[in-house]
């Protein structure tokens, strides 16, 4: 059973900064893209960025690029996202996800407010 743990999450300032953390328990971590995704209330779960095997490529929704940073260590099996200059809007939970299977983890809240 593969598991996916977010952490990182928090409150914090309009520009200011928070990094997120997913490890993942799976053999074949190295294996797989992995995206993060973020449901604010009462809307859609919406795609924020996506890495490639071994890190090469990356991809970002228009709204994120250039505040924040997707990265992954396959020794850790870990991805991270780092985000930058934070926005009011930003505030949702955030997701991270194994592309092509159904595995999710929890979830970790990310509140931009003053």
């Known amino acids: 059973q593969v598991q996916l743990v977010e952490s990182g999450g928090g409150l914090v300032q309009p520009g200011g900064s928070l990094r997120l953390t997913c490890a993942v328990s799976s053999d074949t971590f190295s294996d797989h893209y992995m995206d993060w995704y973020r449901q604010a209330p009462g809307k859609e779960r919406e795609y924020v960025a996506r890495i490639s095997t071994s890190g090469s490529q990356t991809w970002y929704i228009d709204s994120v690029k250039g505040r924040f940073t997707i990265s992954r260590d396959d020794g850790k099996n870990t991805v991270y996202l780092q985000m930058n200059n934070l926005k009011p809007e930003d505030s949702a939970v955030y997701y991270c996800?194994?592309?092509?299977?159904?595995?999710w983890g929890q979830g970790t809240q990310v509140t931009v407010s003053s």
């Open positions: 996800h194994q592309p092509g299977t159904t595995y």
